[in-house]
């Protein structure tokens, strides 16, 4: 059975960067045909999909994001990343990996989630 992982830093100042590790157990980011995404909920939001990187490498992102946002993987330690820059107090928020194998609509494509974990933008 798949398992995610989240980490990093809980609290990132205001216009610096963002830096997030999905680590993934019992399945290769490298199977196909699946897709590996960042997730977030602020504060009394809906959840917002941010992008995926798919099990060949290919970047997929939400345009109101995708300025901000690079996804990149490490197919040797089965992880991908997230990297958020010129972050605000609006980026407070759960962040979750999940993984799925459709992306006409990324959030309901999703079958497997991480736990999630807290990031507030705060100085």
């Known amino acids: 059975q798949v398992q995610l992982q989240e980490s990093g830093p809980g609290l990132v100042k205001p216009s610096q960067t963002l830096s997030l590790t999905c680590t993934v157990s019992?399945?290769?980011?490298?199977?196909?045909?699946?897709?590996w995404s960042w997730i977030r909920q602020p504060p009394g939001k809906d959840m917002e999909w941010m992008g995926a990187?798919?099990?060949?490498?290919?970047?997929y992102y939400n345009p109101s994001l995708e300025r901000h946002t690079s996804i990149s993987r490490d197919t040797s330690k089965n992880q991908f990343s997230l990297m958020l820059n010129s972050v605000t107090p609006e980026d407070t928020a759960v962040y979750f990996c999940g993984r799925g194998v459709d992306l006409t609509d990324p959030l309901k494509g999703l079958n497997d989630w991480g736990k999630g974990t807290l990031v507030t933008v705060s100085s």
């Open positions: 990187i798919g099990y060949d490498g290919v970047r």
């Open positions: 019992g399945a290769s980011i490298t199977t196909s045909y699946y897709y």
